[in-house]
């Protein structure tokens, strides 16, 4: 697949149009709605990755350096659809950071192998690395998750966690799972970031301060509105929900006043009171 040709571009239309749409939808619908929404996504997601990487091991499809799911975005292929339907913050949080950006270097500039059967392998390529776009938008700009600077210090550590089990795959069996032993064959953003070792250390300085970059405002704006962290160990906030205007809908914010992001009833909620996550 030729990088920003036709299809490569038609795809990447495909991703923001997406973007916007569902983000617009979560902040229109009535938050049960989207919740079951997305828990049926969610569970699709799942069982797709979990069929990819079982065609993966088929005699037919079997390649070392590939079928493995190794790479940053086979994780997230799991990690993602288990944020979507068990709303835990240190899942939501991982993916949101992983999905951003060491997804986008696939997405910006993609190395798509087809090995098999064309159709279904670009098909696969695109679901993972799109869905991994799209689902961390609309859970932060949709429905009001942020991460925190506790976030961010998990799942930088979560990163370099993965990184050590690949890199360590890598050496045992001779392979490239997330570009840790050496560049891509085509041109990537590693490319400007120097030759093997060095990019290594460059990419996890990038990371490290473009994750700050990118945790730093959201941390501001919940200072300035007064929104506090939340769930099991304080990894994310979660804003009241804004409408397409820009205003929390009151079944939201009633919603919110009562559940973290995991879904938990507050301990401040009145007795007998319910209320569905979002």
């Known amino acids: 697949m030729a990088p920003y040709g036709v299809e490569h571009i038609t795809v990447l239309i495909l991703i923001v149009l997406c973007s916007v749409a569902l983000v617009l939808w979560a902040r229109r619908t009535d938050p049960a709605q989207v919740d079951r929404a997305l828990r049926v996504a969610g569970w699709v ?7 990819w990487t079982l065609w993966g091991f088929m005699p037919w499809a079997w390649n070392i350096d590939e079928s493995l799911p190794l790479h940053f975005s086979d994780a997230l292929r799991y990690l993602l659809p288990a944020a979507m339907i068990l709303r835990r913050p240190w899942m939501i949080v991982v993916a949101c950071y992983w999905g951003l950006t060491l997804n986008m270097q696939s997405v910006l500039t993609p190395d798509v192998n087809y090995f098999v059967w064309v159709p279904l392998e ?5 679901i993972s690395h799109g869905s ?20 961010y210090g998990f799942s930088y550590a979560a990163t370099l966690g993965w990184a050590t089990l690949a890199f360590t795959a890598n050496m045992t069996m001779g392979t490239n799972y997330a570009y840790l ?11 400007l970031m120097g030759p093997w070792p060095q990019y290594l250390l460059v990419e996890a300085a990038v990371i490290a301060i473009g994750w700050a970059l990118l945790t730093l405002p959201f941390v501001l704006l919940g200072r300035r509105q007064g929104t506090p962290a939340t769930g099991t160990g304080g990894l994310m906030s979660r804003a009241a929900r804004a409408s397409a205007g820009g205003l929390p809908t009151p079944a939201s914010q009633q919603a919110l006043d009562r559940t973290g992001p995991g879904g938990a009833v507050d301990a401040k909620a009145p007795a007998g009171q319910s209320s569905s996550s979002t």
């Open 181 to 191: 032993n050496r560049a891509p064959a085509g041109p990537s953003i590693l490319d």
């Open 132 to 151: 991994g776009v799209v689902v961390p938008v609309v859970l932060i700009w949709g429905l009001g998750y942020r991460p925190t600077w506790r976030g």
């Open 45 to 51: 997601l799942l069982l797709n990755a979990a069929l």
């Open 122 to 126: 670009f098909f696969q390529y695109w």
